[in-house]
């Protein structure tokens, strides 16, 4: 199952960028969607995550207050807002489709992961 992220791109730090998953094999439905992203040389790491109905969501301490992740169920997309980029937020970012239904953080409760998307934040 391919989930399609799309949205990265080179950025200059406190620029923003708006992720989109796209889900054409309805994956999603029921499901909680996480956000990951591994830098290079890094372990893959939680970035955010939405529960099925939209509450509650889990961030990272790391982007808490500048990244919103945000889904339409009818349009079976997850979004994630990125503003105020830093440098250290570089990485290629990966959605994917949980278990069940209520937003986690743990890699291993994802099933259905995305091909990924390259952000590049310039200093």
């Known amino acids: 199952v391919q989930l399609q992220a799309s949205g990265g791109g080179f950025v200059q730090a406190g620029d923003s960028l708006r992720l989109s998953c796209a889900d054409p094999?309805?994956?999603?439905?029921?499901?909680?969607v996480g956000w990951f992203r591994q830098a290079s040389g890094k372990e893959r790491e939680f970035v955010a995550a939405?529960?099925?109905?939209?509450?509650?969501?889990q961030y990272a301490d790391s982007v808490k207050g500048r990244f919103t992740i945000s889904r339409d169920n009818a349009r079976n997309t997850v979004c994630l807002q990125m503003n105020s980029l830093k440098p250290e937020d570089t990485a290629v970012y990966y959605c994917?489709?949980?278990?069940?239904?209520?937003?986690?953080?743990?890699?291993?409760?994802?099933?259905?992961w995305g091909q990924g998307t390259q952000v590049t934040v310039s200093s």
């Open positions: 094999r309805r994956t999603f439905s029921n499901n909680a």
């Open positions: 939405i529960s099925w109905r939209g509450s509650p969501t």
């Open positions: 994917a489709s949980a278990y069940g239904s209520i937003a986690v953080t743990s890699r291993d409760r994802y099933r259905y």
